[in-house]
């Protein structure tokens, strides 16, 4: 029976699935967004989200702590100078899925994982306000009553 087990096992070995992670996790970091199979995607918000919470206390310990899982210094790097100043006020929550369909290939079920502070198209549409709209007819008719009076006095010379 499969009660009190809470890893999903990818179908990979510990290695395999804790490099891939690692690696997936790199990939999060350095294009804020990547696509991949809901499964994979939901493991890999499980693994990254602790690592962006010690990433907002910028110490010696806790850099030790996420290199050990990320296994690369350029995005451990990026993460506590970047990332960790972008999230410091949000308490949680760092990552967002989003379901893209089935893949055509093999018919998974694909989805994106970004970072949520990252994404232009919900915090730009949040940030505009709607302008006043403007009478139509008031700037219709002298552009069209210009044009014509010109050429009139053109025909007459």
Known sequence: MRH??????LGRKTAHRKSMLANMACSLIEHKRINTTVAKAKALKQFVEPM??????????????????????????ELFREVATKV????????????LGNRLGDNAD????ELVDYNEIY???????????RSRRGGS?????APVETKAS???E
């Open 141 to 145: 008719k002298p552009a069209v009553a």
């Open 88 to 99: 410091g006020d949000r308490p949680g929550g760092y990552t967002r899925i989003i379901k």
């Open 4 to 9: 009190g087990k809470k890893i999903n096992h």
């Open 154 to 156: 053109n025909e007459e």
């Open 110 to 113: 694909m989805a994106m994982i």
């Open 123 to 133: 915090n730009a549409g949040k940030k505009e306000k709607k302008t006043t709209r």
């Open 52 to 77: 962006i919470t010690k990433s907002k206390a910028d110490t010696t310990h806790n850099r030790r702590i996420v290199m050990a899982k990320l296994r690369q210094k350029e995005a451990v790097t």
